[in-house]
């Protein structure tokens, strides 16, 4: 099977940044997608940031030029540097990963999960 463990989540100003990371071990997969999803309170989770094996990479309207999802393959983990947030990026963040490297940010597809960190902008 395969473990996802986020960390790096905090309380932050407006402005500030946050680098959450994403420790993936067990089974790996030659390709892969992985993505950053986030779920603030009385709100659907959504795709905020995926990576896949072909080093294409996908991001919401709403984070673009801000946020950078990154993954360093010799250390099995997988990065969301967050940069310029904003209140509204407050939310429960988690990191997600499949075998199906095609998947992007649909969000109900992927098949592992991690436990989640929390990001608050205030």
């Known amino acids: 099977d395969v473990q996802l463990v986020e960390s790096g989540g905090g309380s932050v100003q407006p402005g500030g940044s946050l680098r959450l990371s994403c420790v993936v071990s067990?089974?790996?997969?030659?390709?892969?997608?992985m993505a950053w999803f986030r779920q603030a309170p009385g709100n659907e989770r959504e795709g905020v940031a995926s990576?896949?094996?072909?080093?294409?990479?996908h991001y919401i309207d709403s984070v673009k030029g801000r946020f950078t999802i990154s993954l360093d393959n010799a250390k099995n983990t997988l990065f969301l540097q967050m940069n310029s947030l904003l209140p509204e990026d407050t939310a429960m963040y988690y990191c997600?990963?499949?075998?199906?490297?095609?998947?992007?940010?649909?969000?109900?597809?992927?098949?592992?999960w991690g436990q989640g960190t929390q990001v608050t902008v205030s």
């Open positions: 067990g089974n790996t997969y030659t390709k892969y997608s």
């Open positions: 997600a990963a499949d075998s199906r490297w095609w998947l992007g940010l649909q969000t109900k597809s992927y098949t592992h």
């Open positions: 990576a896949d094996t072909y080093g294409l990479t």
